[in-house]
């Protein structure tokens, strides 16, 4: 009965997408975007994220981008436990080690500041690079605080930068990635390539968390800004997808045809017949570009198969499942299938319904894993010091020590410290079981 329900629960939703307008559902996913904010590695990130840019604010007045006064009264109450559990957790950055007593402490701290820390906006505070520069830089210079429009664009650069660092991270990865992602506004970007790369990302990231129409959206206006400007230098793109065989013509015209392969996977995964009359063309747009590129890989296989399928192309979809079957990304299990695919079309009468194998959903999984392994290959760390952005080697160490603290708060969460302070009472006695006991109920 239950399965009943639930099927009947997705046919309505799914009916329901069908007839709404792209802006309602671009609307319904920004919603769902809120809501996928509550996990608890963003928590424990954010927290680290708030204390280190509360470190910087010596004051209790905040403005808005407007410059109107805002209210700030909770700040002001935790103003002394921020700088307190600040100083604890700038240890590790300096890598010193804390106790377990020190983690719970923490995270009492935490939970004091819970709803002041998932309340409030951690851009009200200074950017995190004037944060670093006041811990790791020279004290004795004064500089202004950034503020209005500038301090907007910095944030956007921050946020931004962080997204794309932060996605292939073992510990932090998507869910954090997401974070950054809806924190970055790009109407504060200039038009340039980065801004152009950081879309594209957003729209990947969103793809991932299955938020099809804000991902859409974002390779949308990749698109629009790449047709507006065919002859812009993209040197960091070339450097990205390890184009450097590729003049500054031919890199345009790769970029653009993975913004329009992504674009198609979002299209395809929503429920309206337009929206699939819409990926199959981007796909063409895509075989069309990597055709002029002279492209014979996994991507263009895959998608070749889909279209090949779709027009009951029976021979050509074989020989590209051929083709599909010698790729690195896939497994044993994922080949074995594909045999049997091949099997099935070679037996398959005119008009018989699509082998259920061959899916959009296989055929994203090859995609993603491709983006994946050019993302993983990207260093980061030389991309921003090559961009002259001050204290690389920090903002890297700030971001471990944000793992550090988001897997802790995240242990304390789901009871693995507990289990840590037990192993540790055999070495220390009863008196730090009853401090740590004390810690923990005292919330």
């Not at 997808?241 to 031919?250: A, H, I, P, S, V």
Request: proline content about 1%; some cysteine; charged content about 30%.
């Amino acid at each position: 009965m239950k399965k009943i329900i639930l099927l009947l629960l997705l046919i309505l939703i799914s009916c329901s997408n069908k007839n709404q307008t792209d802006k309602a559902l671009l609307e319904k996913d920004k919603k769902m975007l809120v809501e996928n904010l509550d996990a608890g590695k963003v928590a424990g990130y954010k927290f680290g994220k708030i204390l280190i840019r509360a470190s910087a604010k010596k004051d209790s007045t905040f403005y808005s981008l407007e410059g109107d006064e805002i209210d700030a009264e909770n700040f002001i109450d935790f103003k002394s436990t921020l700088n307190n559990t600040f100083q604890k957790v700038e240890k590790v950055s300096k890598n010193e080690e804390l106790s377990v007593l020190d983690y719970i402490s923490i995270y009492r701290d935490y939970k004091e500041m819970e709803t002041f820390i998932m309340e409030t906006d951690e851009d009200l505070f200074p950017t995190l690079a004037e944060s670093i520069n006041e811990i790791y830089g020279d004290t004795s210079k004064v500089h202004p605080r950034l503020k209005g429009i500038k301090k907007k664009e910095a944030e956007a650069f921050e946020h931004a930068a962080l997204s794309a660092i932060v996605l292939l991270s073992k510990d932090l990865g998507k869910e954090v990635a997401l974070y950054e992602c809806s924190k970055t506004e790009p109407k504060f970007l200039p038009d340039s390539e980065f801004k152009t790369l950081i879309q594209f990302f957003r729209g990947f990231i969103f793809f991932e968390k299955k938020l099809f129409y804000l991902s859409e959206d974002e390779i949308t206006r990749n698109i629009n800004w790449l047709d507006a400007n065919k002859n812009i230098d993209l040197p960091l793109t070339r450097s990205m997808f390890k184009w450097g065989n590729l003049d500054n013509k031919k890199t345009h015209i790769g970029f653009h045809s993975i913004n329009h392969l992504f674009r198609g996977f979002d299209r395809l995964m929503m429920d309206r017949a337009i929206d699939e009359k819409r990926a199959l063309e981007d796909f063409e747009i895509f075989l069309s570009d990597s055709k002029k590129l002279g492209v014979d890989n996994e991507l263009i296989w895959s998608v070749e198969t889909y279209l090949y399928l779709k027009n009951e192309e029976n021979e050509k979809a074989i020989i590209a499942l051929q083709k599909l079957k010698t790729s690195s990304f896939l497994t044993s299990n994922d080949k074995k299938n594909i045999d049997q695919s091949i099997t099935y079309l070679k037996n398959r009468e005119p008009g018989k319904v699509l082998n259920g194998f061959y899916d959009k959903y296989f055929l994203s999984k090859i995609a993603t894993k491709y983006i994946f392994s050019i993302l993983s290959s990207i260093d980061w760390e030389r991309i921003l010091i090559e961009n002259d952005v001050k204290h690389t080697k920090e903002i890297f160490e700030m971001i471990e020590t944000l793992n550090n603290l988001s897997k802790k708060i995240d242990n304390q969460l789901s009871g693995k410290t507990i289990n840590e302070a037990s192993k540790a009472i055999k070495e220390t006695g009863n008196s730090f079981f009853n401090t740590a006991k004390d810690l923990l109920n005292n919330e």
